[in-house]
């Protein structure tokens, strides 16, 4: 009956102390989690940032209140942290989506083309060249002239700068005016998008191939209907360039610009449109009072 006696208080003993185990660490979990403890996966108990059992890193996840947190609920504003991660995903989503959006603008707005839908008449803006008499940028204004297959033919609406033809011979092939339009002023106006809409054009009267051309004495005479259209005034800067313009008459404040037709009979003469908007039967190629009205076949 002693021993009896004796092994059940053993018994009953060991299993107080389990009891007590079990209580001390449960309270010591509490404990470690109320001082911002985290449970690793392999089931230790931590307090650091590395789980001191297996080394694992403690998983962190950063609420949109601002709140760092281990475990499913921000301790601040009670997000999940399943919800939070969802969020984050649509705002990449989106940011994406955004930066496809501007990319896509951005494309449409450099391969957009002016002129699509002008009209024969119309005036549109297309590169730039300096125009005030100190000489600042801006839009070169186009009139619309023809409007052939895919093609659209314009003018600039002034003159832009003063240039002589030649120093003496009136062969658009060869001539001064011609490798400035296709060089230094195709090259300064154009950007490399507005240079694409450009199309090369044959002009079989001068058996060339150009960029930047000037109309021939018949385009002047088939595309503006009389003299006073073909009037031409020039920019500021071509004026400071030295640009000739009429100051009394009914022609006051216009200029004089190229054409590109020679004189069949003289090397040293040019079709040009005078002030008063006719055709001038020749002047001399050498003549840097009269203006440059460049023209261009655009690609619809």
Known sequence: ???????????????????????????????????????????TVNTGNFCVNCGSAKPVWTC??????????????????????????????????????????????????????????????????????????KPIEWQVLAKEDNKMLVISRYGLDAKRFDD??????????????????YNKAFNGNEKKLINSSNLSDVCTSDNVFLLSKEEAEKYFANDEERK??????????????????DDAG?????????????????????SFGSIASYSLVHFDSHLARPALWINL
């Open 168 to 185: 003496d011979l009136n062969n658009w092939e060869y001539s001064e005016i011609r490798q400035w339009l296709n060089g230094d002023f």
């Open 64 to 137: 949109s209140c601002g709140t760092e947190n281990t475990g499913n609920f921000c301790g601040n504003c009670g997000k999940q942290k399943g919800e939070q991660q969802e969020q984050n995903k649509k705002v990449e989503q989106n940011q994406e989506s955004n930066k496809k959006q501007i990319v896509a603008e951005e494309k449409t707005s450099t391969n957009s083309n002016p002129f699509i839908n002008a009209k024969v008449g119309d005036y549109v803006n297309f590169g730039n060249y300096p125009q005030t008499a100190e000489g600042e940028e």
């Open 232 to 249: 031409c005034k020039a920019t500021e800067y071509a004026l400071r360039k030295g640009a000739y313009v009429a100051e009394y008459g």
């Open 254 to 274: 216009y200029s004089c610009w190229w054409l590109r037709s020679p004189d069949p009979d003289y090397s040293a003469l040019v079709y040009y449109v005078g």
């Open 1 to 43: 009956m002693i021993n009896i006696n004796k092994k059940f208080y053993k018994l009953t003993t060991l299993l107080i102390m389990l009891c007590l185990c079990f209580v001390v660490t449960s309270c010591k979990k509490n404990v470690q989690s109320s001082q911002g403890g985290w449970t690793c996966t392999c089931g």
